[in-house]
């Protein structure tokens, strides 16, 4: 496994959940890393997407409520997820790798992570 990973769960309206993702070795220094995201029934969405040098990009809909962060030293990338919204169920995937700068047409990670589920109920 390349990428792991974890914190997900149920939580209601206007709680918060942290994901973390840890990257092998083997992809050690692979840039940018990142979370995607996909509800049911729709397609896969960019949530947001930090690089080596701390270059954040965010999806319009998440701005002000997500923050994503990185740490080098453990090779991991965290988000925080605050004031979630019952819109905001879906499982994430932690991506790696691949254009500098991802977006929902074609731009995507080289390298995905097993999706981790987040339901919130209203």
């Known amino acids: 496994v390349q990428l792991q990973a974890s914190g997900g769960g149920l939580v209601q309206a206007g709680g918060s959940l942290r994901l973390s993702c840890v990257r092998s070795?083997?992809?050690?220094?692979?840039?940018?890393m990142g979370w995607y995201r996909q509800a049911p029934g729709k397609e896969r969405e960019l949530v947001a997407s930090i690089t080596s040098g701390g270059i954040t990009n965010y999806a319009n809909y998440v701005k002000g409520r997500f923050t994503i962060s990185r740490d080098t030293a453990k090779s991991a990338v965290y988000l925080q997820m605050n004031s979630l919204k019952p819109e905001d169920t879906a499982v994430y995937y932690c991506?790696?790798?691949?254009?500098?700068?991802?977006?929902?047409?074609?731009?995507?990670?080289?390298?995905w992570g097993q999706g981790t589920e987040v339901t919130v109920s209203s």
């Open positions: 991506g790696a790798g691949g254009p500098p700068r991802w977006d929902n047409v074609g731009s995507t990670p080289r390298y």
């Open positions: 070795v083997s992809i050690f220094g692979m840039n940018p």
